[in-house]
Nanobody, 119 residues
C-alpha cells in the first residue's frame, strides 16, 4: 500500500514563503511524476506544478516565477517552494504522484494541506 503525506502548510502573510513536502511511503519502485494541485473554496481543483523523474518541470501561469517544484528521488519526496505568496494562493494544496509498484503504475493523492495567505 502506497501513501502520500503532505506537510508544511499554514498561515503566512502576503509576500511570505512556505515549503510544502510530499512524502511517499510503501512498496515503491519509482515515482514517475510528482504533481501539485490546489483547490480554493468554491472553486475547482487546479493544476499548480509538475516534476518528472528526468527533471522536467512545468508550472501554472499563475505561479510561474514564484513557486519551485523539486524532488528527492532517494527519499521518495517532493517539494513545493512557494515564495511571494498572495492572498489568491490560499487553498488546500494536494500532492499527486504516478508511482510504479509491483502491481503496475498507479495514481495516488495525498490528503491535502491548508495554505492561508492573509495579513
Amino acid at each position: 500500500q502506497v501513501q502520500l503525506v503532505e506537510s508544511g502548510g499554514g498561515l503566512v502573510q502576503p509576500g511570505g514563503s512556505l515549503r510544502l513536502s510530499c512524502a511517499a511511503s510503501g512498496s515503491i519502485f519509482s515515482i514517475t511524476a510528482i504533481n501539485w494541485y490546489r483547490q480554493a473554496p468554491g472553486k475547482q481543483r487546479e493544476f499548480v506544478a509538475t516534476s518528472t523523474r528526468d527533471g522536467s518541470t512545468n508550472y501554472a501561469h499563475s505561479v510561474k516565477g514564484r513557486f519551485t517544484i523539486s524532488r528527492d528521488n532517494a527519499k521518495n519526496t517532493g517539494y513545493l517552494q512557494m515564495n511571494s505568496l498572495k492572498p489568491e494562493d490560499t487553498a488546500v494544496y494536494y500532492c499527486n504522484a504516478l508511482i510504479a509498484t509491483i502491481t503496475g503504475s498507479h495514481d495516488y493523492w495525498g490528503q491535502g494541506t491548508q495554505v492561508t495567505v492573509s495579513s
